[in-house]
């Protein structure tokens, strides 16, 4: 069964600073993996989608990476801002079928702040 | 970004009442999901449902829960009896097919059992 971590579970850190989130995952058949951003009490924002076949995604200051065969990937923030304050969660969606691979199988998440 | 629309945001319902969740997909998306978030803990699928059936269900989606597009537009999860263990947030989600492309989610329904 596909299980995501999420390292680290906490982040806190100064405006401005470059960081790096990072996710793996147990089984390397995957479609892809999304990345997302939760507010608190709030829904899910896409971020991010890579597919297996990629490397990389990039919007705008975010960039995502995938490594299918090691199970990780890392979301880069550049020149992080008070605005990006969220919890960050990634989720795979696994590459078989049946015993609830249809749907996204998410990560715990990374919550971080952004000090002004 | 296209948008899911999810109502009520919160409910508040007796334990052993019927709840229905409502969910207004994306035009054109025709893949749908529910997932739950229990406080505190991971973000986790329900169920899938396409061309007016059940793809798929998680070992959660018992058969206190059940899904429906009543009028071919909404997509509705009703939970048939709740228990306090069902409070939790819940997700519609939608995709235009069921594997390559973004999954977008609603803003949640929080439902409180009491």
């Known amino acids: 069964k596909q299980e995501v971590t999420q390292i680290p579970a906490a982040l806190s850190v100064p405006e401005g600073e470059n960081l790096v989130l990072n996710c793996s995952f147990t089984d390397s058949a995957i479609y892809n993996l999304q990345w997302f951003r939760q507010d608190p009490g709030k829904g899910l924002t896409s971020l991010l989608l890579i597919q297996s076949s990629q490397r990389e995604q990039t919007s705008g200051r975010l960039n995502a990476s995938l490594d299918k065969s090691s199970g990780r990937s890392t979301l880069y923030i550049a020149a992080s801002q008070p605005g990006d304050s969220a919890t960050y969660l990634c989720a795979v969606r696994p590459g078989y079928s049946g015993g609830g691979a249809d749907g996204l199988t998410f990560g715990k998440g990374t919550h971080l702040i952004i000090q002004p | 970004e296209p948008e899911v629309t999810q109502t009520p945001s919160h409910q508040v319902t007796q334990m052993g009442q019927e709840v229905i969740l409502r969910c207004v997909p994306i035009s054109n998306h025709l893949y749908f999901y529910w997932y739950r978030q229990i406080l505190g803990q991971k973000v986790e699928f329900l169920v899938s449902?396409?061309?007016?059936?059940?793809?798929?269900k998680s070992e959660i989606f018992d058969d206190q829960f059940s899904v429906e597009r009543p009028d071919g537009s909404n997509f509705t999860l009703k939970i048939r009896s709740t228990k306090l263990e069902d409070s939790a947030m819940y997700f519609c989600a939608n995709r235009v097919d069921r594997v390559s492309t973004e999954a977008f989610f609603g803003q949640g329904t929080r439902l409180t059992v009491v």
């Open positions: 449902f396409y061309n007016n059936e059940i793809s798929e």
